[in-house]
């Protein structure tokens, strides 16, 4: 291994627990305290926003902190497969647990998954001395909250919304931030400004058994490989954790503005949902069983081949279908580290990338085919559909943004090309299976010629690899996606030469960078975590697996102590960079552990 690979991990930031409920999440750090929490959903108003500091004239706020007196160490972990986080904080008088979560389950027949955060304290050893701090935030923490109070409940009133905490813990000492003993439970409740229907501890008990409860079923429910359960069972909850049950969009990450790499001003709001990720996060859950997934996505996505209208489809939306999601950038908020700027919105909203009609289609072909669903697609939608790959047909060979997003040049991107070839090949072979044997023909005609295109023309006799772009010269790690949409044959001596040239080029040791060439903020200088997993992939389908093993387990000891990536990796140092926690990568673990894992048949 290299000497990146030996190098102990250096321990981030961004260790960092993740509770949520499809509806919203919130980050909780090695200390309990909630330092990200966006409400009413993912994109919204981050009413904790420490993880991205705090305004100048507003210090030390924008997080929610349970402080134990004489703090010493602490423990972190997940209850079982579910998403209820425990945080044991260990001090010098004494020890407390503290139990966060996001009501989610089954009442009165309908899912509840309310704006609601429950955090239970309860003390464990000792006389253990807290105090509780919190501290919301509204507008970006640009503006306080006023106050309120009943008997059993605070109320912080913002310019558009309103939180209220309830809570059996003495009110005074919320408050007023008093340090004092636990000497027994408490629990504090909070959410929207309603009256809770029944006791505080109650309540608290009752939501968080039957939220366990859900998260296990859902668990047990899941298609899992024989190795690397853990890992693969933590990853499927957290990409569950970053769907939006309302409309069915994923989001890439629950994050904005964590830089890419220290000091690069790499900083963008993946708190949306982009065609091309949300694909691979529904494959993946697909390969695992989760249906229901792939259903609410298909909605979401059939509501933007509808609104598209056989036009330009962009890269990413809203969660609510929203269109325009304009860049800014907030200056009160110092950013990560002090590592501004801090954006909200996302530029490639406006982006030209063609890979996109690929990705729908891909995205939703599964729906056609498999007989399982509650609501198969209509005819009406394979119609729909075609108009995208009439779309894709229209620019595969005209110059784009690309799947990086470049902001200052255009290219014809191999892998845009690419992914207008997978359009046509799906829609052929969606038409063969609704008895459309005409339309599968033409699709398929249409596919052989952009595929004739791509071979002729991404080939690059001088680097004896498909290179980043039509005619280019330049290597990159998406064009190892050919195998993975089967484009070409793994073992395709073409194939086979560009991994050794892309390892050569782009290899740190079980990492892989992007591209070769600069972007608009120069060449990257941490690996990109999905690009280490579709080395991994290649290599299995080459048969070149017990290399690609040794890769995967190195890239499993990358995560952090809950068994989460972000979007980057210092190789280094092994320290996390980007935002967090990354869907793509999560996608990662799954996909390679279910390609790679030993069979059940042969481990029994």
């Not at 305004?55 to 160490?73: Q, S, W």
């Not at 059996?168 to 629990?187: M, Q, W």
Request: hydrophobic letters at 40%; a negative charge; aromatic letters at 10%.
């Amino acid at each position: 291994m290299s000497d990146a690979q030996n190098h102990e991990r250096k321990i981030s930031d961004l260790e960092l627990g993740v509770v949520g409920n499809c509806s919203f999440a919130a980050l909780i750090d090695r200390d309990a305290s909630v330092v990200w929490c966006c409400l009413p959903r993912f994109d919204g108003d981050p009413v904790f926003h420490s993880l991205l500091g705090s305004p100048p004239d507003m210090e030390d706020g924008g997080f929610f902190a349970i402080d134990l007196e004489d703090r010493v160490h602490s423990e972190q972990d997940y209850c079982g497969n579910t998403a209820v986080l425990e945080t044991v904080l260990h001090g010098k008088q004494g020890s407390v647990r503290v139990t966060d979560f996001a009501p989610r389950f089954f009442w009165r027949d309908r899912l509840y998954h309310p704006n609601m955060l429950i955090r239970r304290l309860t003390p464990v050893s000792g006389t253990p001395r807290i105090r509780i701090r919190l501290r919301p935030r509204y507008d970006y923490g640009a503006a306080l909250p006023s106050l309120t109070f009943g008997s059993h409940h605070i109320r912080y009133v913002g310019p558009h919304s309103v939180l209220r905490l309830t809570t059996n813990a003495p009110l005074d000492y919320v408050r007023e931030e008093t340090l004092f003993n636990l000497s027994s439970p408490i629990d504090l409740v909070l959410g929207p400004d309603e009256t809770l229907h029944e006791g505080i501890a109650h309540t608290a008990r009752n939501f968080e058994e039957r939220t366990r409860d859900y998260w296990r079923r859902w668990v047990h429910r899941l298609a899992i490989p024989f190795e690397w359960q853990s890992a693969v069972l933590r990853a499927a909850i957290t990409l569950k954790l970053c769907t939006y049950e309302g409309t069915g969009a994923i989001v890439a990450a629950l994050t904005t503005s964590i830089p890419e790499a220290p000091d690069t001003q790499r900083n963008w709001d993946y708190r949306y949902c982009w065609v091309r990720d949300a694909y691979f996060v529904v494959r993946a859950l697909n390969r695992m069983a989760a249906m229901r997934k792939m259903e609410n996505y298909f909605d979401w996505l059939m509501n933007v081949v509808a609104s598209a209208a056989g036009s330009h489809i962009q890269p990413v939306y809203g969660l609510g279908l929203e269109s325009e999601l304009t860049e800014r950038i907030i200056p009160n908020l110092p950013g990560y580290r002090g590592m501004g700027p801090v954006r909200v919105g996302n530029q490639a909203y406006q982006h030209f990338q063609h890979d996109s009609y690929g990705n729908v289609i891909l995205g939703v072909a599964q729906a056609f085919l498999d007989r399982r669903l509650l609501s198969p697609p209509t005819r009406m939608d394979f119609l729909r559909l075609e108009d995208m790959g009439r779309q894709a047909l229209a620019c595969y060979d005209k110059p784009d943004a690309g799947m990086w997003e470049l902001r200052s040049r255009a290219r014809i991107h191999t892998t845009s090309s690419l992914m207008c070839w997978a359009a046509a090949d799906r829609l052929a072979r969606i038409a063969d299976y609704i008895g459309e044997p005409e339309r599968a023909r033409d699709w398929r005609v249409e596919a052989e010629r952009i595929k004739q295109v791509i071979l002729e023309r991404a080939w690059s006799q001088k680097r004896q690899a498909f290179v980043e772009s039509l005619d280019g010269e330049y290597l990159d790690a998406g064009v190892l996606l050919m195998t993975e949409v089967g484009f070409i044959d793994p073992n395709d001596p073409r194939m086979v030469s560009t991994l050794e040239q892309i390892e050569r080029a782009l290899g740190r040791g079980a990492h892989m960078m992007r591209y070769e060439a600069a972007d608009d903020f120069g060449e990257p200088t941490t690996a990109f975590t999905t690009c280490s997993f579709w080395r991994i992939d290649a290599l299995a389908r080459m048969g070149r697996r017990e290399e690609a093993r040794d890769y995967f387990e190195a890239l499993l000891a990358q995560r952090n102590r809950l068994g989460m990536m972000s979007e980057d990796i210092d190789v280094k140092t092994g320290e996390a960079w980007g935002n967090y926690p990354q869907t793509y990568s999560m996608v990662g673990v799954i996909n390679c552990a279910m390609r790679l894992s030993r069979s059940w048949e042969k481990a029994i």
